[in-house]
């Protein structure tokens, strides 16, 4: 399997350790991933997204108003 390597804020890998239960940043972000995974997935299945061949894009705003 391939691996990859990101370098993520200290505080923010803490968090998702205390939060998931793990106890090493590499579990925690493998574990928060593969259950952003999934539920995307159940979405998917949910709303029929994925029997399109499409996924759903979210519409960013080019320049801010105001």
Not at 34 to 54: I, K, S, V
Request: glycine share 8%; proline share 5%; no cysteine.
């Amino acid at each position: 399997m391939a691996q990859v390597t990101v370098t993520l804020d200290a505080n923010l890998a803490i968090d998702a350790m205390l939060l998931s239960g793990t106890k090493n940043p590499q579990d925690a972000v493998e574990l928060v991933l593969r259950d952003y995974l999934a539920r995307g997935r159940r979405t998917e299945t949910r709303t029929g997204e994925a029997a399109a061949g499409h996924r759903p894009t979210v519409d960013r705003p080019t320049a801010q108003e105001g």
